[in-house]
């Protein structure tokens, strides 16, 4: 058995840059789409919910109570625009751009959020519904609970997905 098989822990990948956590707290490649949640510029006690769909573009935003977001009129707001920046700092843009099916290598220019954006928003993208909102926010919510734990090597029950094989000794 080698190693890795052997080891109870998950490979994390390092960001590409450094990230502002305050306003966007979290982001995701999950579920088919680039999501996570971002700080309201206006309101302290708001955060959006925003997501975008790999392939077609399709966007939601909305608060976590499900309000719709005042900036996305059939254009990605400033809560997306955001999210898809501090994705391209997380990830880097060629993973974001892969994942998200977009075809920066046709432009001849070199990957970068901009670039991604333009391309995402040249595709006149549809609003979609916010019926991801919830999971995304129980997701992040969840994150934020792990960071409240005191640093542990004991396992976490809830981080045991699967079932002991064998007996400890």
């Not at 840059?17 to 949640?37: I, M, S, T, Y």
């Not at 892969?98 to 549809?126: C, D, F, I, N, W």
């Not at 734990?149 to 699967?162: D, G, H, I, K, S």
Request: contains cysteine; positive net charge; hydrophobic residues 40%.
């Amino acid at each position: 058995m080698s190693d890795w098989e052997r080891s109870s822990t998950v490979r994390v990948v390092p960001p590409a840059h450094p990230r502002r956590l305050a306003k966007v707290p979290f982001v995701e490649l999950a579920d088919g789409r680039l999501q996570g949640v971002v700080s309201s510029g206006s309101d302290i006690e708001r955060v959006y919910v925003s997501s975008v769909a790999a392939g077609s573009f399709t966007f939601a935003c909305s608060t976590n109570n499900n309000r719709p977001c005042g900036g996305a009129r059939g254009y990605f707001c400033n809560h997306i625009r955001a999210l898809i920046g501090e994705a391209v700092l997380q990830y880097g843009a060629e993973r974001v751009g892969r994942y998200m099916r977009v075809e920066a290598a046709e432009s001849g220019y070199e990957p970068s959020a901009t670039l991604l954006l333009t391309q995402m928003s040249a595709a006149r993208p549809a609003q979609g519904d916010s019926a991801a909102a919830a999971p995304v926010f129980s997701r992040f919510l969840r994150h934020l609970a792990y960071l409240e734990l005191a640093p542990t090597t004991a396992p976490l029950p809830e981080m045991q997905w699967f079932p002991p094989t064998r007996a400890v000794a």
